[in-house]
């Protein structure tokens, strides 16, 4: 089919309303072409977000989101995708939002306590954005008008990782899915098998190897969830036993996975957070610990205080 066979009666127009309007479809025209041509394409990528079998769930903490599940009983996250990873454009595959049900009132002030103790060395940024609304028009369809209102965003969040209560940290890294089905779940959105991208948090050859090589011996994050179907990916899913929270302060899950003491200057400090507290890990030998203070037992929810040695807190609040 020739260019020809797609332009407008009319457009050859140079003036006048016509040929803005004329001009507006053949725009619209041009970016629906090359969405299907992309999506037509030999690699047909779709954003990815929890898949069936990874090993954690990635939010994102910031004042706006503690405030929001402060007021809730089964608050819900959103999965947040590394910086880097681009957006695509043909479709979605995972899950995007998980729901923590009756999440205790305690693990809530941890979270709260964890984002006030980051902030005294990682200070809130914040981008002043002016508002809009979106108005649409007969001639340019819908636009972004401004309210002439600003909004405050906070740009520099902190990571959260939720992972099932006996993910051992000083035995696995962090930021890897280990999904080992992980194309098939792709296949299971309704993607072609072939067409799968593998998304990690952590691009190096080796993080993947690991990834790859340790995904038997991971389980995946435990949770309920509706049938993988493309109207579902904003259904939350539901965890019901109870998870860990991993907060790291720095936008480089690089560093995380590969263990690394020192990150953006400082002394690289994670903590896992439950109702019964917080434990502060560091760094040792490429994984990561409270072996200072007692160790972990077998995983995040066993040794002292529950598991939580180093803890800020040691007595869970009343719910």
Known sequence: MTAQAFVPVGSVSNSGPLHK????????????????????????????????GDAFFSAVLTEEVLERIEKKEHPIFEY???????????????????????????????????????RKEYPKRIEIRPETKTKR????????????RNLHIEINGLR?????????????????????????????????????????????????????????AVDALRVTMPDRSAKNIRVPMQIEKGAIAIVIPVNDFKRVYQGEEIAWGRNLVLHAISAEGIKKLRAERGFWSDSINGGFGTGLGKGPFGGFGDPIRKEPAED
């Open 80 to 118: 947040d995708r590394p910086d880097f990873l681009p957006q695509m454009l043909c479709g979605y595959a995972g899950f995007s939002r998980i729901r923590y049900v009756s999440m205790p009132k305690a693990m809530k002030e941890n979270l709260r306590m964890s984002y006030n103790e980051f």
């Open 21 to 52: 309007k004329k001009g507006v479809s053949m725009a619209r025209f041009l970016i629906l072409f090359t969405f299907i041509s992309l999506c037509s394409s030999t690699v047909r990528a779709a954003n990815q977000y929890y898949m069936p």
């Open 160 to 216: 959260v990782l939720f992972y099932n209560v006996d993910f051992n940290t000083k035995k696995h890294r962090l930021a890897l899915k280990y999904n080992e089905k992980w194309a098939d779940e792709f296949a299971a959105w309704g993607h072609k098998r072939s067409s799968a991208v593998f998304e990690t948090f952590v691009p190096t050859p080796e993080a993947i190897i690991t990834d790859w090589r340790d995904g038997h």
């Open 137 to 148: 028009t007969e001639d340019e369809g819908d636009i972004e008008v401004p309210t002439g």
